[in-house]
């Protein structure tokens, strides 16, 4: 059966009664619902990067903790105060340096007029800060409420193996495909609910299909026959 319309729906409904969204499993979420920042949340997405949310989490209160996630405290701080802050979260230094550049910035720019500018402008913006990639820039816009798609590693190993897309697909690709196939008002939903899948059950090492509630529609089990 094609990947259309109706067959996500069908995924919509059955991951949704499988799982709960606790924002404090995804810290960009869990950043937004606390704080509605931009900035904020663009910290708490750039300490997930290569990091468990948990982590990141850890990591962002801390920092807040120490030294305050605010571009005017941000951009003044020691860069080893925020490494040794956001150490928990992995590629400290990298990340350290990212998040007071762009503190830096943010000071000169205005995030949330950035953000109300719609889907395109903002995104081409955003790319051109520090450490924010086309999936950091999705995940401000979805959790922003903009009907955008973030493909994450869960996500991206989800909709492979479920055949939604080829496995070839990058990240343009793979969010095109789903755009086009999941209606506005599940898309960030869909996201949260494929990552939750992904952790639980389509584990990125050996997938629990025996034990998977989208087993019937999945390509993958098909394909190991
Ligand atoms: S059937 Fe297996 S591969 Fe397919 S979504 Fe479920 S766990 Fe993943």
Redesign the pocket.
Known sequence: MVWDREKVKLMFEILSKSYDIIPEEYVSLWAYLTYKDPFKVLVATILSQSSTDKAALKSFRKLDESLGIEPSKLSKAKLEDIIKAIEESGLQNQKARAIKKLAEIAKEIDLEKILKEGIDSARKKLIELPKVGYKTADVLLATFGMPVIPIDTHVER?VK??GIVRSEAKYEEIRMKLEEIIPDQYRHKIHLLLIA?GRA??KAKT???SK?A??DL?E??KKLK
């Open positions: 989800v193996r479920l899948h059950i389509c997938p629990l299909c998977c989208l087993y999945c993958y089990p």
